[in-house]
């Protein structure tokens, strides 16, 4: 979407006014991201309010996903703009509202009723009072590093269920050995983040068909093409303005909290907009088969659209929103026609990450050169790292990893070689799971080394020439 074309059909109201002060301070940031990002923010903030249909109250959060390579600006919107809009609504409301990184059992608490000593400043003591931190914003400049406490396991194990339920709204009771019975039936938490193309080589099918894939929606971000800066990109003045743009936002988002508003229904022309659409994308799920990705995605879309709508008619009217005598507006026509667009246009980025996918995942069979090169680079660093009371070098499992940029399995591999060849040999440490070689105390003491200890306790040491 060009600058031009977008400027036409941005959502007005706070939403387009973030966008345009996202772009005008990141001249490069790619428009439909800076869209994407402002659609979540105020999204985490709608959480009283609800889309009415026939099968239940619909409610509001969006969740938005960015992909591109590293340098494209997609970090930028929620550094400068979105994290420090939080940060003002939490110190004016007195609220937290900001949740950037969690581990499952960590997250589960996070969102239930829970006891919490809370300092009381006016008698200046601590008091148990009970917490609710039911909604707000999930937020990442880096989503691979989003959940925490998961490593040498697959990916996002044990969080996928219970982040699908926290954007559907609904949490079930449940009972955990640390913290006991914990009920917290209503969430609402808008979601956004941010990556590179790593992330196609951590996905596999089953985020997709376990669910939580489909209810993201992903925007492909690309930097626009560049332009010289002129004289003004160190002025204080752009400072200045984002200060003031941060500070109004803040406080329009802390009134709609305010608001009386509950309910969301739809303006004649407007339902009958979304009923066509919700037709299309129905028989459009049904012509597709069931092991298509995309078939679950398009399913999502309509619900997707309805709450955009409401968002953006929000959007529009946020200036007078919190004022509103009654507790149930109806969403206009232009918003129901805005959102059905920009849905439209998100089911294109989806189908196009479906195609860069495989891309990122095809592996190619690895040349002579770049098994030689990866050989040396593996012998250069045991060669290198020294401890005290070992004369030969010696390298951790744990070191081999970080500072060759390898997967475990690529040096498991070299390493099988390089023993093989006598150029290196593996101590024996601890028991563990990840034990690839061993050798025998005889052995050991052959080589004049002790048993390293620690995590991971297997070291390849180089037994070759200095």
Same mark, same amino acid.
């Given at each position: 979407?060009?600058?031009?074309?977008?400027?036409?059909?941005? *959502?007005k109201g706070f939403i387009g006014d973030l966008v345009e002060a996202m772009t005008t301070d990141i001249?490069?940031?790619?428009?439909?991201? %800076?869209?994407?990002?402002?659609?979540?923010?105020?999204?985490?903030?709608?959480?009283?309010?609800? %889309?009415?249909?026939?099968?239940?109250?619909?409610?509001?959060?969006?969740?938005?996903?960015?992909?591109?390579?590293?340098?494209?600006?997609? &970090?930028?919107?929620?550094?400068?703009?979105?994290?420090?809009?939080?940060?003002?609504?939490?110190?004016?409301?007195?609220?937290?509202?900001?949740? $950037?990184?969690? $581990? *499952?059992?960590?997250?589960?608490?996070?969102?239930?009723?829970?006891?919490?000593?809370?300092?009381? @400043?006016?008698?200046?003591?601590?008091?148990?009072?009970?917490?609710?931190?039911?909604?707000?914003?999930?937020?990442?400049?880096?989503?691979?590093?989003?959940?925490?406490?998961?490593?040498?396991?697959?990916?996002?194990?044990?969080?996928?269920?219970?982040?699908?339920?926290?954007?559907?709204?609904?949490?079930?009771?449940?009972?955990?050995?640390?913290?006991?019975? +914990?009920?917290?039936?209503?969430?609402?938490?808008?979601?956004?983040?941010?990556?590179?193309?790593?992330?196609?080589?951590?996905?596999?099918?089953?985020?997709?068909?376990?669910?939580?894939?489909?209810?993201?929606?992903?925007?492909?971000?690309?930097?626009?093409?560049?332009? *010289?800066?002129?004289?003004?990109?160190?002025?204080?003045?752009?400072?200045?303005?984002?200060?003031?743009?941060?500070?109004? $936002?803040?406080?329009?988002?802390?009134?709609?909290?305010?608001?009386?508003?509950?309910?969301?229904?739809?303006?004649?022309?407007? $339902?009958?907009?979304?009923?066509?659409?919700?037709?299309?994308?129905?028989?459009?799920?049904?012509?597709?088969?069931?092991?298509?990705?995309? @078939?679950?995605?398009?399913?999502?879309?309509?619900?997707?659209?309805?709450?955009?709508?409401?968002?953006?008619?929000?959007?529009?009217?946020?200036?007078?929103?919190?004022?509103? @005598? &009654?507790?149930?507006?109806?969403?206009?026509?232009?918003?129901?026609?805005?959102?059905?667009?920009? +849905?439209?246009?998100?089911?294109?980025?989806?189908?196009?990450?479906?195609?860069?996918?495989?891309?990122?995942?095809?592996?190619?069979? *690895?040349?002579? +050169?770049?098994?030689?090169?990866?050989?040396?680079?593996?012998?250069?660093?045991?060669?290198?790292?020294?401890?005290?009371?070992?004369?030969?070098?010696?390298?951790?499992?744990?070191?081999?990893?970080?500072?060759?940029?390898? &997967?475990?399995?690529?040096?498991?591999?070299?390493?099988?070689?390089?023993?093989?060849?006598?150029?290196?040999?593996?101590?024996?440490?601890?028991? &563990?799971?990840?034990?690839?070689?061993?050798?025998?105390t005889t052995q050991r003491k052959e080589f004049l080394v002790e048993t390293p200890r620690g995590n991971?306790?297997?070291?390849?040491?180089?037994?070759?020439?200095?």
């Amino acid at each position: 979407m060009s600058k031009e074309l977008f400027e036409e059909l941005k *959502p007005k109201g706070f939403i387009g006014d973030l966008v345009e002060a996202m772009t005008t301070d990141i001249e490069d940031l790619d428009p439909n991201w %800076a869209w994407a990002c402002a659609e979540s923010l105020l999204s985490a903030f709608c959480f009283n309010q609800y %889309a009415h249909t026939q099968i239940g109250d619909l409610p509001l959060t969006i969740w938005n996903f960015g992909i591109g390579p590293s340098g494209d600006y997609k &970090s930028a919107p929620i550094k400068y703009f979105v994290y420090e809009i939080v940060e003002s609504v939490e110190d004016l409301t007195g609220q937290r509202f900001l949740i $950037s990184k969690f $581990s *499952p059992e960590g997250f589960v608490q996070f969102v239930c009723r829970h006891e919490e000593e809370i300092f009381n @400043r006016e008698t200046g003591k601590y008091e148990t009072k009970i917490v609710e931190w039911s909604k707000g914003l999930i937020a990442r400049d880096e989503f691979t590093q989003l959940v925490s406490g998961v490593k040498n396991k697959r990916w996002m194990a044990g969080i996928n269920e219970d982040l699908c339920e926290v954007y559907d709204g609904k949490i079930p009771p449940r009972y955990t050995v640390a913290h006991g019975y +914990q009920r917290q039936p209503n969430v609402r938490f808008a979601f956004l983040a941010a990556t590179t193309p790593y992330i196609y080589r951590l996905w596999d099918e089953n985020f997709f068909v376990q669910g939580l894939g489909n209810r993201f929606d992903y925007c492909l971000v690309k930097a626009r093409k560049p332009k *010289p800066k002129d004289e003004d990109f160190f002025s204080r003045e752009h400072r200045n303005q984002r200060e003031e743009l941060i500070e109004e $936002s803040a406080k329009k988002l802390a009134k709609l909290i305010e608001s009386p508003v509950r309910l969301l229904g739809l303006m004649p022309e407007a $339902s009958e907009l979304w009923r066509k659409y919700e037709y299309e994308k129905n028989c459009l799920k049904h012509s597709l088969k069931e092991t298509d990705l995309r @078939r679950s995605y398009v399913s999502r879309l309509p619900d997707k659209a309805l709450r955009r709508a409401a968002i953006y008619f929000i959007s529009s009217h946020i200036d007078t929103i919190w004022k509103a @005598r &009654s507790t149930e507006l109806v969403i206009d026509e232009a918003s129901m026609e805005l959102a059905i667009m920009r +849905q439209n246009k998100l089911y294109e980025y989806f189908e196009a990450l479906l195609r860069e996918w495989p891309k990122w995942r095809k592996k190619k069979a *690895p040349d002579i +050169q770049t098994m030689e090169s990866e050989r040396e680079l593996i012998l250069n660093i045991v060669r290198e790292h020294k401890l005290p009371g070992f004369e030969k070098g010696i390298a951790s499992l744990k070191l081999l990893v970080k500072e060759s940029g390898l &997967s475990k399995a690529q040096i498991a591999g070299i390493v099988s070689d390089l023993v093989t060849s006598g150029q290196l040999k593996v101590i024996e440490g601890e028991e &563990s799971r990840q034990l690839i070689f061993r050798m025998t105390t005889t052995q050991r003491k052959e080589f004049l080394v002790e048993t390293p200890r620690g995590n991971p306790p297997y070291f390849y040491a180089y037994i070759g020439e200095d």
